[in-house]
Every structure is written in structure tokens, then in C-alpha cells.
């Protein structure tokens, strides 16, 4: 019985240490880029020893992959649950021929635009937007790994929201673009958080300023529609 227990103890500890190092390597790589920052600096930063990424990841390259691994799931534990959801019950609704409308759509898009907004002004997501911001000037492998298992879905789901709200098809280059733009100005309140706080003139990111925000970004949905001239 000790010896199962001891061995119990001994995985925990090994989970813990490999959560310390991506955790750690999500921000210095983020910090620093892939090339700046030296597995020494994530070492130290996680205050584990040189040889654990060796063990755990074979080498750099396979540390920075696993953090866009990593990266994907800890965003997934924030919003996969409602993306499951919601993309649930629009298969539900093609399965029986029934069209996806306008109304629902936007119910459906004020829910994630609300879940949005808390995750991009959290302390917590200072670390996953450099990282991501990194990936999105110079993509390399580890950016398929953030796009297939986050933003590739999400983007899909708000496609196919936007294009039943503005009645386009959400393959459109139209709601591909519309999409786009509105995911953008969403994310500048994490992307450009310091002009953010300047221009509101705000100290910090409150319950009360994320209740502002999230005001803020229903109008935003309220206000898509099909664009003058173009055929609803």
C-alpha cells in the first residue's frame, strides 16, 4: 500500500513540475520570443532544474510546442464548454432542417461576447496574448496548434452567428471579414489594454469597468446588420 501511495506522490509531484515549467515558458516565451528566451530563463523562472525540460520535452523545440499546447487548453477551460455548448445546439437545429435566426444568433453571440471580454481584460491572459501576439507576426508550428484548438473553432462559430444575423452565407468572404472585425474590436481591450485604460481613464479593470465592457460589446452586436448596399 506504501509503495502505491509513494507512487501516486511521485506522478503528482512530476505533474506539478511539468505544470511549472509550460506555465513559466508560456511567459518568457512570450517575453522574449522563441530565440530569446534560453531554456535557462524558463528553468529558473519555473525553479525547477535544467535537465526537467529534457525529461519532459526532449528538447526547446518541444517545450514551445507543448506551451501552444498548453496555451489551447487553458483557454479551452475558459470557453469550451460554452463553444461545445453553442455549437450543439446549432448542429441540433441543422440536423432537423430548422434555420439558425437572427434573434438566436445574437443571444447566442451576446453570451460569447460577454465570456470574451472577462477573459481578455484577466491578469491572467497577459501571458496568452504575447504569446499569441508572437505567433501571430511570425507563425511557426506552434501557431496551428493555438489556431486549430481555439481560435479556428471560435471563429467558426462566430461566422456562422454573424452570417445568420447579417442573412449572408457564413463562407462569404463578407462575414469572413465582418467576423474578423469584430473579433478585432473585442481583442484590442486586451491587445491595446493600456491605451484601453488611458482613453477611459481608468486605473484598473474592475467588476464595474468589466460591466461597461461587456455593455459596450452588446451594442457591437446590436449593431451588426447587413451593410448599405449589400442584399440580405
Known sequence: MRQRNDTKSEAARSDITREKLLENALDVFGRYGFDGASTRKITNAAGVNLQAITYYFGNKEGLYIATAEYLADMIGQHVGGMRQRIAKEIAALDATGTKLGEAQARLFLNEIVETMVVLFVSKRSEAWARFIIREQMEPTAAFERVYSGIMGPMIAI???LIGAIIADDPAS????????????????????NAAVLAQMEW???GEKEIAILQQHAHRLVAALGPAKGEIS
Do not use: D, T, Y
Not at 463578407?174 to 484590442?188: E, K, P, Y
Open 158 to 160: 462566430g461566422r456562422r
Open 173 to 192: 468572404e463578407n462575414v469572413r471579414l465582418r467576423c474578423l472585425s469584430f473579433v478585432g474590436s473585442l481583442m484590442v481591450f486586451r491587445m491595446a
Open 203 to 205: 486605473h484598473a479593470i
